[in-house]
């Protein structure tokens, strides 16, 4: 392991990685569509290796007290056995948990969703959003995997009908109403370099992470840290840059 993380080191220090890429440049990105049957949307996207399906259900509920007048989001991730042999069966661990935070931010911060016009009865019935991200194969940055595969589950879901008492999920009234397209973009900082899209090798021997979320008009919506070290403010400041620049060349995929 020592040895490996002094080879990525050096690799990176030269402009080089471990998998021949350029410090800059992401894995190869495929998108697949529609992928449960029983979803009202959903996406799967590999990010190289790595591989991860979102889902979105729908139903009818009580709005928070605080927003009487809107819709609810609740996003959920799960990491089992099945995608790496690091995760364990049980409980959301910590790394579930703050993986569906940041892509919860991501929607939030960005108003990706109008969901006022998921209002039904102010204070009193709206539409209910549950997003499941299930991760099939973990080769590194679930975060940019997950957040692209919800987004783009979220753009391709239609919407139930609703009579007043019962939802009718075998018929479909029009797409959720979405006005934004928040795309995560995370680097890992390996020594004094920023490396875009880290592999599970480079994730193992980072000092840090930062995932910078930009929006359509390629504002940032959303900044989560992690890791042991801090971030220099020009080091922060390149962070961005690159986020909007690898934000506008996803997006154009989605």
Known sequence: ???????????????????????????????EKDV?????????????????IAGVKMDVGEPFPDTPNEGVLIVNAELSPLASPEFEL??????????????????????????EKLCIKKGEKVWMLFVDIQPLNHDGNLIDASGIATIVALLNTKMPEYDGEK??????????????KPVPVT????????????????????????TIVTKDDRNI??????????????????A??????????IRKML
């Open 36 to 52: 449960i049957e029983h979803a009202e949307g959903s996406a799967k996207v590999m990010l190289g290796e790595t591989e991860v």
């Open 221 to 238: 919506c959303a900044i989560q840290k992690g890791g042991k070290s801090g971030f220099l403010m020009e080091r922060v400041e390149e």
């Open 240 to 249: 961005i840059d690159i986020a909007v620049k690898k934000g506008k060349e």
């Open 90 to 115: 049980g409980p959301p661990r910590e790394e579930a948990i703050e993986l569906a935070r940041i892509v919860d931010r991501g929607i939030r911060e960005s108003n990706c969703i109008d969901r």
């Open 167 to 180: 939802v009718n999920y075998e018929k479909k009234k029009g797409k959720l109403p979405v006005k934004e």
């Open 187 to 210: 680097l890992a900082q390996i020594n004094d370099k920023l490396v875009v899209d880290p592999g599970i090798d480079e994730e193992d021997v980072m000092n840090s992470r930062i």
């Open 1 to 31: 392991m020592k040895f490996q993380a002094q080879y990525i080191n050096n690799l990176i220090s030269k402009g080089s990685r471990i998998d021949g890429r350029k410090i800059d440049e992401h894995r190869k990105l495929t998108i």
